[in-house]
């Protein structure tokens, strides 16, 4: 049996864990949940049984690690994730390896995401990608010159904190007007709430707080005027963000994932007419394309990243 790769997806309310193939097929998957506020031995724990529970009898050459910034992923330690308690200063790829035997590289859960588009989906065979994960948060990657751009510790890429407004939002960094706290799903969601409160003839007053984003969306498709202006707006700010990325790396695509490429088919078009306005000309005909492997990129791209590390032509 051809060797297999582990790859596991550390977030904040959930931990994956999936076998993948080396051509990044996601062969078996499972999904726990984080114990985010119980500390970090608790978190490895978690994790050893999630790699030993998809592993079972395979032949496994090593477990890629995805997991939220900052993290120091050339040191494989976890510096300072907010989402999860005692994720500080902490040396996870060795903790993780201690506890299941296997050996474990660590990688910016944006990077992995961005590996597992560029290897194996929508930016297959692409020399210059890239990829943006639209969620509760905004991450990402870079792809330059065949190259997977890591920065100083491996932090590079983290696009959600671009500062886009001075005096703007607050974001979970601390800091105030970064890209995420204006365009990620919860922004959206917040502002949808906002407005939605004070407009009693949408069709969006009347669930108050549950009203959620998808509801947001169906309204829009049916021609509620607010929800169309919230969709609207969510795609002028995500123009706005990848215009610029595009003049800092010039791509050949732009790939969005996360949950809220789930409405790209809404988005889409909106955000290509914004980039389209926003970019200077020789920027405006490149691709933005959302996800092709789903929920699965970041699985595949840690996969590779096993591969990569400890595989039979690994150095
Ligand atoms: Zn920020």
Redesign the pocket.
Known sequence: MAPLAIGIDVGGTQIRAALVAADGAVLDRLAVPTPATEGAAFVVARIAEAARSVAGDAPVIGIGLSAPGPLDAERGIALATPTIAGFVDFPLAAEVRAATGLPVALENDGIAAAIGEWRFGAGRGLANLVYVTVSTGIGGGVVVDDHVLRGRKGMAGHI??MTVMRGGEL???G?HG?F??HASGTAFLARARRLAAGRAGSALHAPGPALSGAAVFAAAAAGDALAEELVAEEAEMLGLGFASLLHLYSPDVLVMGGGMSAQFAALGPRIEAAVRRIAMPPFRDVPILPAALGDNSGLAGAGALAFERFGPGAG
């Open positions: 959600g904190h974001c979970a960094c800091h970064c995420e706290a």
